[in-house]
């Protein structure tokens, strides 16, 4: 397999521990989401490729559908 960026084969696979926050201070409510990933890394340009777990993943989904909801004051909010 080959870097996506500039081609390399020089990529090492790691085990990586993420904190996932959303940005603004508007989401300082917002718990932020924790998680080990497998990373792969290419050594020569520094490009990582990463896959959240399919839990970590909905945990984000629900804090962006917070992050947008009505109480927030959005315009463009999206309602139920």
Known sequence: MTCNKCASSNQRGFTGELTLSFSELKNVNLAPVYSSADV????DCGHVELTLPAAKLEQLKQGALEERSPSSGEAGAIKS
Request: proline share 0%.
């Open 40 to 43: 792969l890394v290419c050594l």
